[in-house]
């Protein structure tokens, strides 16, 4: 069975599709999709799919157009973006990497952004503004100073990784500290940001998403190519004509930013950016870094996981953070124990 096919256009080019990584997107953007317009009708006013979606073309009543559009439409779609962030930010560190365990998660930029935060809101006593402002600085900063820190003729995966456990760990304990210095109030209002959670979202943190990914989506997926040559080897790199390092340094930028900017809007939400490129390439069984089918399995992902949560506890009992703690902890063990018995570890 062919699995992939060659589109040729009448002025000459080519392009050759995956057929199965194809189905595979389309797949999981119907799942997110689907979850989604499920999730805009759960809540205490429950509103049926078929008038979810009545509503979304201009058709509700004003009760419904208010309850969806004002005050669910906004969490939903920063949920798909936080995802979309997530996912393909964690194919990026990856796929530079080259190591499944080489995600923001494991590399401290989580950790970074809710230092950002936690300063922001111990010490300045922030608005909802600077919290964000905080958390985006603070991933930056982490993000550049692994970076530096890795550099050596250039960054090699296990180096990055290893030097990004070093960072994660002094960060973590930084924000210790700065949780007990705080007074009970601001600590239980950072606690409840550290969680990672969707509840409260509305169109202020849509936008910034919104027009973040628009940029850096399709920067990323211009450069795909590229990134999947550096997994020959710098030498074979370098030698079909690929500048290795400004591509590396290019898309650890672009996945600095995405995963910064998703942790300000919604919290560090664990494992997500971990767990998704990983599903997505056992979905697709195809190598290289996978990176449109991870962003499709991250969006899917929060949103189902909302979805869940929500279901199950009702709404804003549970942050979702919390969801993808233990699922995405599970899932830590499996890779762990299966790199281990495949002798990668």
Not at 24 to 46: E, H, K, N, Q, Y
Not at 105 to 110: A, P, S
Not at 312 to 330: E, K
Request: charge should be positive.
């Amino acid at each position: 069975m062919k699995t992939s096919r060659v589109i040729r256009t009448p002025g000459g080019l080519s392009l050759r599709l995956d057929v199965r990584a194809v189905t595979v997107v389309v797949l999981l953007l119907l799942a997110a999709l689907a979850a989604s317009v499920v999730l805009i009708g759960t809540g205490d006013f429950p509103i049926s799919a078929s008038d979810v979606v009545r509503t979304l073309l201009g058709n509700g009543n004003s009760g419904q157009e208010f309850i969806v559009n004002e005050l669910r439409l906004p969490r939903v779609l920063v949920g798909l973006l936080v995802g979309a962030s997530l996912g393909l930010g964690g194919a990026l560190f990856q796929a530079v990497t080259r190591n499944p365990l080489g995600s923001p998660d494991v590399l401290g930029l989580g950790q970074g952004a809710t230092a950002g935060a936690l300063v922001m809101i111990v010490l300045f006593s922030g608005s909802t503004a600077q919290v964000t402002v905080g958390a985006l600085v603070g991933g930056l900063v982490t993000g550049l100073a692994i970076y530096l820190l890795a550099w050596k003729q250039g960054v090699h995966g296990y180096r990055l990784v290893l030097v990004g456990i070093g960072v994660s760990a002094i960060v973590t304990a930084i924000n210790g500290y700065l949780l007990t210095v705080s007074d009970i109030v601001d600590a239980a209002r950072a606690v409840v940001w550290m969680t990672g959670s969707l509840g409260g979202r509305d169109w202020d943190q849509v936008w910034p998403l919104l027009g973040l990914c628009a940029l850096l989506v399709p920067l990323v997926l211009a450069h795909a190519c590229g990134l999947r040559m550096t997994e020959m080897g710098d030498d074979v790199s370098n030698a079909l004509g690929v500048r290795v390092e400004r591509v590396r340094a290019l898309l650890m930028v672009a996945a600095v930013l995405l995963t910064a900017t998703a942790t300000a809007a919604a919290g560090p939400v664990s494992f997500v950016a971990l767990t998704a490129p990983q599903l997505a390439r056992r979905l697709t069984r195809s190598p290289g870094p996978n990176l449109l089918p991870s962003l499709c399995m991250g969006a899917a992902l929060l949103v189902t996981a909302d979805l869940a949560s929500q279901r199950a506890f009702g709404a804003d009992q549970l942050p979702v953070g919390v969801v993808t703690g233990v699922l995405g902890g599970v899932y830590l063990l499996w890779l762990l124990v299966t790199e281990r018995r495949a002798g990668r570890i």
